[in-house]
């Protein structure tokens, strides 16, 4: 039997205990022979006996007395109620929430600190610290009960998992971007909608289910909620905010916003989802994502061709290191800040970059070759392996947003980020970022550049056509329950994009979204990401809840929606107060496997 089922069990016959005790004494006193000659019910409790009458008037609720006149250390039944405060101090204390310090450094709380209980609830115990972790048993429920830091865990797995991470960014990996884009992705994930397949799959099969059940003390209630409101099982991690006490509220939350566009990232930060689809796929993947960092063979730079070919005047094929130093003799080389973003990144998620490009522009490409003919109504970028023909409009071309680039941040590529050059058009979806690039065929079909497989969209659809990620407004670098110090600034950090449209304001909310406070971000350059900050003083010990949301100047308003918790103390605890993490991809519940066992025996 496990501690905590025991003093479940041990404080259950406490409370009935007790029930028993304060229900049977007075009846039972009632039926005892009477003494002195008095009365049956006469006898009054040891503890009245040195009443004075003016207090026991006040006991007796004579007429004119209030609650002040009441001596809070002295009425019939403390001594009880004193007990009954002690059993839940003590559970209180036992059932303290976890705070946890990462192998990063930051210290989080999972679950509340009750402070304060509402005034017109008569769970008073509650105040005591139990509702949450004693009733509820927050600590060990959701994914991040053993998984601390999902982004360790998809790092780890036993087989590569496409680097939906982004550690530059520090972007947190939650479930809400697991069902993103294990949902509805055709083309994308073979099987839609099973993803609580795999994971049943994952916890309760015959590999796993063992350690789960036992070491972990994994069951359904580990991942869902049950309520009677006819939703069935519902994911905790979806609406834990919702069932968590201890959450405090700000109406019309109010603190100091700024944006900015020129922040960039270096190359190592630049995202890249690494799909395993052809050769160089994987020679890439292998060469850079698994931190060998190898160095790539000068060879390949100084061989690799471009060739201009379809519907031009002049089809040819020259070396790239001609072509650069061609460029750059005739002065039409960019560098500039400019954004990538995949159509699939969810909320939350880490598929955006804001960086430094140097390339040439394709409309200079297509010059050398006489220029495109009147018929044109785009350009396929080719992969070398053939693993990639998308297209973009001719408009890109005319716009000079598309470039052929061989720098990122100052520096030539390495192998991640398609080595030694590649296809880079700005405002659209990412996938026409066709790496290691080797020809551009002007052509005159016609092609819906919408299109997921074919073109360029901007943004992720689902079934209902409805978007789900056009605007995105994203927070970054807070893991739940991040403890932060009361009564000082914090700031919270992130990005907010469209893809193809400006932002035209962003939204915060610390009430659940009863209300919120809007921001204007004035005229924008929609080529590159726009990084927000928002910094918030709490002002009371406890938790608050940020949610985040953005309108762009279409009017399209954010499909989902992201939150994220803090825990403001104090008093912040030093680390060897709490749980020392020195792994975040698997460990033990806050109820070891050993002391279960230890306690069993």
Request: charged share 25%; aromatic share 10%.
């Amino acid at each position: 039997m496990s501690v905590k089922k025991r003093l479940v069990i041990t404080t259950m016959c406490l409370a009935c205990t007790f029930c028993l005790i304060a229900g049977c004494s007075p009846s039972n006193e009632a039926q005892q022979p009477s003494s002195g000659g008095s009365e049956p019910g006469d006898t009054k409790p040891a503890s009245e006996e040195s009443l004075t009458p003016d207090q026991q008037a006040i006991i007796d609720g004579a007429e004119g007395t209030t609650n002040e006149d009441i001596n809070e250390e002295l009425y019939p039944g403390k001594e009880y109620l004193n007990g009954l405060w002690d059993r839940w101090d003590q559970i209180a204390e036992e059932y303290a929430p976890e705070i946890r310090t990462l192998p990063n450094g930051q210290m989080v709380q999972r679950t509340p600190t009750e402070y304060e209980v509402n005034p017109d609830a008569w769970q008073i115990q509650a105040g005591s610290n139990s509702y949450n972790t004693y009733w509820l048993d927050a600590d060990n429920r959701g994914c991040e009960s053993c998984h601390p830091d999902m982004n360790s865990l998809l790092k780890n797995l036993p087989y590569e998992h496409p680097v939906a991470w982004n550690d530059e960014l520090d972007n947190k990996t939650t479930l809400q971007q697991c069902l993103f884009c294990h949902s509805y992705a055709p083309g994308y994930i073979a099987k839609q909608y099973e993803f609580g397949t795999l994971m049943h799959g994952i916890h309760f099969g015959t590999r796993n289910k063992t350690e789960f059940a036992t070491e972990f003390q994994g069951d359904c209630m580990s991942c869902h909620n049950a309520t009677e409101n006819g939703e069935g099982l519902e994911l905790w991690d979806l609406t834990k905010y919702d069932r968590l006490w201890g959450i405090n509220k700000v109406a019309d939350v109010q603190g100091d916003f700024k944006i900015d566009q020129e922040k960039t990232q270096d190359q190592d930060g630049v995202f890249s989802y690494d799909w395993m689809h052809a050769y160089y796929d994987n020679m890439r993947h292998g060469a850079g994502v698994n931190g060998l960092n190898l160095e790539m063979p000068q060879s390949l730079f100084d061989e690799w061709t471009i060739t201009v070919a379809g519907n031009v005047e002049n089809e040819y094929t020259a070396k790239l290191p001609d072509l650069i130093k061609e460029a750059e003799e005739a002065g039409v080389v960019v560098e500039k800040t400019s954004k990538m973003v995949c159509n699939w990144n969810p909320v939350g998620g880490g598929g955006v970059t804001n960086t430094e490009i140097t390339g040439i522009p394709v409309s200079w490409l297509i010059e050398k070759a006489g220029g495109y003919k009147d018929d044109t109504t785009g350009v396929r970028a080719l992969r070398a392996d053939g693993s990639s023909k998308r297209a973009f409009p001719k408009d890109k071309v005319d716009s000079d947003e598309a470039l052929l680039v061989y720098k990122i941040g100052g520096e030539y590529l390495d192998a991640t980020r398609g080595y030694p050059c590649t296809n880079w058009v700005e405002g659209v979806d990412a996938q026409i970022n066709s790496k290691q690039i080797d020809t551009y065929e002007v052509t005159s079909e016609d092609i819906d550049y919408t299109d997921k497989w074919a073109g360029n969209p901007n943004g992720w659809q689902n079934e209902a056509n409805v978007p789900m990620n056009k605007p995105n407004a994203t927070i970054l670098g807070v893991p739940d329950g991040l403890v932060v110090q009361n009564g000082q600034p914090f700031t919270f950090e992130g990005y907010v994009d469209a893809y193809d449209e400006k932002i035209a304001s962003m939204e915060f909310s610390m009430d659940g979204g009863v209300t919120w406070t809007k921001y204007d971000l004035g005229d924008t350059d929609r080529n590159k990401m726009v990084w927000w900050s928002f910094t918030y003083t709490p002002e009371l010990e406890g938790a608050y809840c940020l949610t985040v949301r953005a309108t762009t100047e279409s009017g399209a308003e954010s499909f989902e929606t992201q939150t994220v918790m803090i825990n403001a103390k104090d008093k912040l605890p030093a680390a060897e107060e709490t749980t020392v993490l020195t792994s975040g991809s698997l460990i033990p519940p806050k109820v070891s496997a050993e002391a279960t066992n230890e306690e069993d025996k």
